[in-house]
């Protein structure tokens, strides 16, 4: 099966008939019941357990079972939601439970433009979210202002840390869905380690400033600014 420049292939092996899964039954019961000899217990044991960290387990666990938050800013948001349907499914990853609250999501899609008046109410949501929380910028608009390159829009890493950037305009389904699955490459990596601490780029945040309490402006700009309008 073809699908946006992907090559898939379903490919089903037997995994094993019924005499060796019964061998495998009767080995745990001997095991249980101590009938197994020092040779044979060491063997069933390296093919059964796994040792491993708690931190590798936690991140194991967190990098499997993404929260997304319901929230979409424009036509990259219909592609978001293909990313549930049945054709990519991403329940098969654990990703399918989107929430309606930022207090029980971990992920944040931006799915579209944003404008200057928009940015402030995304960091706000943001801020509101679970730690570790992570974000990915979906499309061109999102990631450096795409074709609508003007002032009324502002890329998402001025003013929030960005983990993975997906281009296109807008990007295939496929495209999120590997934008999601690198995701999970960092967490079970390093969960703490995003970008910004990579290339020692904390601080490069462009936060604009607050207006003040007596303003009038409806915009991130202050009172009297000329870069926007103020109403």
């Not at 049945?86 to 098969?92: E, F, G, Q, T």
Request: with cysteine; proline share 6%; aromatic share 8%.
């Amino acid at each position: 099966m073809a699908s946006g420049g992907i090559d898939m292939e379903v490919i089903r092996q037997k995994v094993g008939d019924a005499e060796e899964f019964r061998s495998k039954q009767l080995r745990a019961r001997d095991m249980l019941r101590g009938d197994l000899d020092d040779k044979d217990l060491d063997e069933f044991v390296q093919e059964r357990v796994l040792t491993t960290t708690l931190e590798k387990a936690s991140d194991w666990a967190r990098g499997n079972s993404f929260f997304p938050l319901t929230f979409g800013l424009a036509c990259c948001a219909i592609e978001m939601m293909t990313v549930a349907a049945s054709r990519l499914d991403i329940a098969r990853f654990g990703y399918e439970a989107f929430r309606a609250s930022p207090r029980q999501a971990d992920l944040l899609v931006l799915s579209g433009r944003i404008s200057i008046k928009m940015a402030p109410v995304i960091r706000r949501i943001y801020d509101q979210m679970l730690e570790p929380k992570y974000v990915i910028a979906m499309g061109a608009c999102s990631s450096s202002m795409g074709v609508f390159n003007n002032y009324a829009i502002v890329p998402a890493d001025k003013f929030m840390p960005v983990d993975v950037h997906v281009p296109g305009c807008p990007p295939r389904p496929e495209a999120l869905m590997h934008g999601i699955l690198e995701l999970r490459s960092m967490v079970h990596g390093d969960p703490t380690l995003g970008w910004r601490e990579r290339y020692q780029a904390e601080g490069t945040e462009e936060v604009y400033p607050l207006a003040p309490a007596d303003a009038t402006g409806v915009n991130v700009f202050g009172a009297g600014g000329t870069e926007g309008t103020n109403a």
